[in-house]
């Protein structure tokens, strides 16, 4: 089946350690996104990449970077310059551009300790 | 991209129609109103999207008004597993950036 993946599902570190979220997708979607959801809240755009290489900041990138090096693929690093980065993390896809139908991921919940 | 205007809440019956209704009073001509839900703990899932007449597909209908300034999301027999947050999204085209605002969450009861 196509989707989207994942991994972890819960992540725990402690701070000032990087983490780096994993974010596959077999759908042969061009472009990928990160997205950040604190509780009670709408999701906010960290980073996404219409194609392989080449990537953008979205609304709050402060504190993460990514790579875009295979077209399934889309890491994220929370880094400790990050200063507030317990959140619930969702990697999503889409064919075309920003406004076309995306698929989200399960999601990913990091705590920092 | 235009912002849009959301209940925080509705309650449903089973059985019964969900509407929800979205304001988007400044979109613009080339704007499209998407909706998405998000079931807890879960990613978000698209449902629907349209630019100026009614669409309709396996999972709802969507419903604008002829002024375009506001939409309804029709689920036409809501069951227990569409209680969720539920997102209305102005979007340029392909251009834009999907803004998630906070939604409405509905509640579907027995």
């Known amino acids: 089946d196509g989707g989207i993946t994942q991994s972890p599902k819960y992540l725990f570190r402690k701070e000032g350690q990087n983490v780096t979220l994993s974010c596959e997708q077999n759908l042969n979607h061009d472009a990928m996104y990160w997205y950040r959801q604190d509780p009670g809240q709408g999701l906010r755009l960290i980073y996404y990449s219409q194609i392989v290489n080449d990537f953008q900041k979205g609304d709050i990138a402060e504190g993460y970077s990514v790579s875009r090096e295979k077209k399934e693929s889309f890491p994220l690093t929370v880094t400790s310059a990050q200063k507030n980065p317990t959140a619930f993390y969702l990697c999503?896809?889409?064919?075309?551009?920003?406004?076309?139908?995306?698929?989200f991921g399960p999601g990913t919940r990091l705590t920092v300790l | 991209d235009a912002k849009t205007t959301q209940p925080p809440s509705m309650d449903c019956a089973e059985g019964r129609a969900a509407n929800l209704p979205c304001n988007h009073s400044t979109i613009s001509g080339n704007e499209y109103v998407y909706w998405y839900r998000q079931i807890h703990s879960q990613g978000p899932q698209y449902i629907i999207h349209?630019?100026?007449n009614n669409e309709t597909n396996e999972m709802a209908s969507l419903i604008i008004t002829e002024d375009r300034k506001s939409s309804t999301l029709i689920l036409p027999h809501a069951t227990l597993r569409d209680t969720a947050v539920y997102y209305c999204i102005v979007i340029r085209g392909s251009q834009g950036n999907l803004i998630f605002g906070k939604g409405t969450k509905l509640s579907v009861k027995p």
């Open positions: 999503a896809s889409s064919i075309g551009g920003r406004g076309n139908e995306q698929f």
């Open positions: 349209g630019l100026k």
